[in-house]
């Protein structure tokens, strides 16, 4: 199977090609091979997309909120019609299984597109009365906004970029994850087909320094990127020194809470899909499970079990539920983060080796008796690695729940509501969940707290992030001035 897509780049309304820029290889993760390869934009051309950027920004800002809205509610539409095609792409460029990807990838790109696109018209100011004179506010767009994408979430990250920008009268340039370059590649395409104008979605490909490039361009007004806590560091200063606007999506270790009166069935659900969806490799998972101690034994008795049901194998096929690592680098990173657990006491409840094959696949794994200052309790790992630790007090464990740098998610579970807001009322984490975990519909605002991110995607939220607020005061009356 070779995946080799028309060219590397995809700039005012066409796939465009550089061999000059560094090779950048695409490998399956399930078998190490290599699908396809593909070109670091080069300079020329970054400067090629940002003109095209800035010039189709200023048309697509003249039309209608209705009229960008029903390109980008096409594109959804398209999208939809070619699920089954864009998540198998999406399984070769992530290596996550094809069960997974049918529901969670395209389709949600195509529901902030049709989201947004319902939004777009009805984006509107303020009228604020001011005696007899009055101010009216008008909610303009930033300009040309750079998307600058991890690598677990290709097609999503791509679109909860583009939908809210776009529908906000923006332009953007997106750059792809190096480790999956192909999936930005298709929604360029598909917007086009779409009906929007060529300029307005951009992709190029590159490393860390082609990022680097965009993010200090003084043509762009904008940057959101989704990615780790250091990158976004490193980001948000560049994108400082021009007082550029920001959205900062970035990594986590989050706490899972889970009371002796839970239902020890649907914490085990919650524990596991806060762990081991897309085998571990989401900002937002539950890593730190932190499980009261009457209930502990029967939590991670009954986890084992359960644990027994993954199925790992070629993500294509759709029996497996479980795939490899990204790429042989997360994989390495994982094993490491999984002998330090073993070297510091933990326990081994499951897993904890790396599985013989030609991909870059890791048993889920899970430690229990985990202490809050261990490395395993303290870093993200990015892969299929559960951290338990026992707690007895709510206030004990709330205080260290917050007892971290990060904060974008937490999770409760408890039979007893008012137990359940109270708790989540006190966790320091910007997306919270009860008897549940990492649901993330397009209605709700998703993003972090503390070093985990700034601003927030999805829901009305985003719109505050894509736009800008500008106040006209009308004096009714003659000016009067002092002198
Ligand atoms: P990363 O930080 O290594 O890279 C992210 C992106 O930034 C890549 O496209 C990379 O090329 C680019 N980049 C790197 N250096 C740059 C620079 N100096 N200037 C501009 N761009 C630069 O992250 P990753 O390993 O691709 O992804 C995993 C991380 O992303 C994890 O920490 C995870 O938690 C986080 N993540 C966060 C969210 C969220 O929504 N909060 C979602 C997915 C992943």
Redesign the pocket.
């Known amino acids: 199977m070779k995946l080799q897509p028309t060219a590397s780049h995809f700039i005012d309304g066409a796939y465009v090609e550089d061999k000059a820029g560094a090779p950048i290889q695409v490998i399956y993760p399930a078998t190490g091979e290599i699908m396809a390869t593909v070109h670091a934009a080069t300079p020329d051309l970054i400067e090629k997309a940002i003109v095209a950027g800035k010039r189709a920004q200023k048309e697509w800002a003249k039309l209608t909120g209705t009229e960008r809205g029903r390109v980008l509610r096409r594109a959804a539409d398209i999208i939809r019609d070619r699920n089954h095609e864009l998540s198998v792409l999406e399984t070769y460029d992530t290596g996550k299984p094809l069960q997974e990807t049918l529901v969670a990838d395209a389709t949600s790109g195509a529901d902030a597109l049709e989201y947004f696109g319902g939004l777009a018209g009805s984006l509107t100011g303020e009228h604020i009365p001011m005696g007899e004179d009055w101010v009216y506010t008008v909610r303009e767009p930033l300009g040309l906004c750079v998307g600058?994408?991890?690598?677990?979430?290709p097609t999503q990250?791509a679109c909860w970029k583009a939908a809210p920008a776009l529908a906000c009268g923006n332009a953007m340039i997106f750059?792809?994850?190096?480790?999956t370059p192909l999936c930005a590649l298709k929604v360029a395409e598909i917007l086009i087909e779409a009906g929007a104008p060529a300029g307005l979605f951009n992709v190029l490909q590159g490393?860390?320094e082609v990022?680097?490039a965009l993010?200090t361009d003084p043509r762009v007004d904008k940057v959101s990127?989704?990615?780790?806590?250091?990158?976004?560091k490193?980001?948000y200063a560049?994108a400082a020194a021009d007082m550029k606007h920001v959205t900062m999506?970035?990594?986590?270790k989050s706490p899972l809470i889970i009371f002796d009166d839970a239902d020890i069935e649907s914490a085990v659900s919650g524990a596991i899909n806060a762990n081991f969806y897309s085998s571990g490799q989401?900002?937002?998972n539950g890593t730190r499970v932190f499980v009261q101690k009457g209930i502990k034994e029967a939590f991670l008795a009954r986890l084992a079990e359960r644990l027994k049901g993954a199925v790992m194998g070629d993500p294509q096929d759709e029996k497996v539920n479980f795939g490899p690592m990204v790429s042989e680098r997360q994989m390495d990173i994982v094993l490491g983060y999984i002998e330090k657990g073993k070297a510091e006491g933990a326990r081994i409840v499951s897993g904890g080796n790396q599985v013989e094959c030609a991909g870059f696949f890791i048993e889920p794994t899970v430690f229990a008796d985990v202490q809050d200052d261990m490395i395993i309790a303290q870093e993200?790992i990015?892969g299929p690695v559960m951290a338990v630790l026992d707690f007895e007090e709510e206030a004990d464990v709330i205080a260290r729940a917050n007892d971290t740098e990060f904060g974008?998610a937490a999770g409760v579970f408890t039979r007893d509501l008012s137990r359940g807001h109270r708790v989540v009322g006190a966790l320091e984490a910007g997306s919270c969940f009860i008897n549940s975990y990492n649901d993330a519909p397009v209605e709700a605002p998703?993003?972090?707290v503390k070093a985990?991110?700034v601003g927030r995607?999805n829901s009305k939220e985003a719109i505050q992030h894509y736009s800008q607020v500008k106040s006209v005061y009308v004096r009714m009356g003659d000016c009067e001035a002092a002198f």
């Open positions: 600058i994408g991890a690598w677990n979430y990250i750059k792809p994850s190096e480790t490393m860390g990022g680097g993010v990127l989704t990615g780790s806590v250091p990158t976004g490193k980001v560049a999506e970035l990594g986590g989401v900002c937002s993200e990015f974008l998703f993003g972090g985990s991110g995607e």
